[in-house]
């Protein structure tokens, strides 16, 4: 969705994902794929594609994750479901050299800000792969609970997390 939600946490800002940045977020991603449901890397030409269908969807949010005016990866809130006033967090990632310095952690309480603060949320959910521990244990430490660690699916274990806003 083509939204002007943006929030920062000290010197992590959530920006509005553009097209430049959804070219940046590509190759992060590509370079990750095994921590992703779809491992398949992704070309230029369907990342297009997606961020056009992305900004015509009503019910996701995605974000830059801006560390000092530099780019440094990107998230998202997404299957908002504003009945309910639930939605799911997810599509983190983390530029390598910017990893295990807590700008991830920062970018998730930013998220969980933007979804109570712009979206009216109060809780998101998340599935995460059970063997990506470093993001488990992330996740657990920002208030999200473990509800479910035995969800199998794309052929892989998945835990399912949730945290009230």
């Known amino acids: 969705m083509n939204h ?8 992590i800002s959530l920006v509005p994902m553009s097209y430049s940045a959804c070219q940046e977020y590509r190759l992060l991603r590509n370079s990750n794929c095994v921590m992703f449901g779809d491992e398949h890397e992704i070309s ?4 297009k594609k997606w961020y056009e269908d992305y900004l015509a969807n009503d019910n996701e949010y995605m974000f830059a994750i801006i ?6 990866g990107g998230c998202g809130i ?11 967090f ?11 310095k807590g700008y991830a952690t920062k970018a998730l309480i930013a998220a969980c800000s933007v979804a109570r603060t712009y ?10 792969k ?3 521990y470093i993001a488990i244990k992330m996740y657990i ?11 199998s699916k794309d052929n892989d274990l998945y835990c399912y997390m949730r945290k009230e806003l």
Do not use: P
């Open 44 to 47: 230029k030409e369907e990342q």
């Open 130 to 132: 059970k063997r990506n």
């Open 90 to 100: 997810g599509r983190i990632i983390i530029d390598s050299s910017y990893r295990a």
């Open 141 to 151: 430490g920002s208030g999200f609970e473990l509800l479910r660690d035995d969800i």
């Open 4 to 11: 002007h939600f943006s929030c920062a946490i000290d010197e």
């Open 67 to 72: 560390c000092c005016g530099n780019f440094i």
């Open 78 to 88: 997404y299957n908002v479901e504003r009945g309910v006033g639930m939605a799911e």
């Open 119 to 128: 979206l009216q949320l109060s809780r998101l959910c998340l599935f995460v």
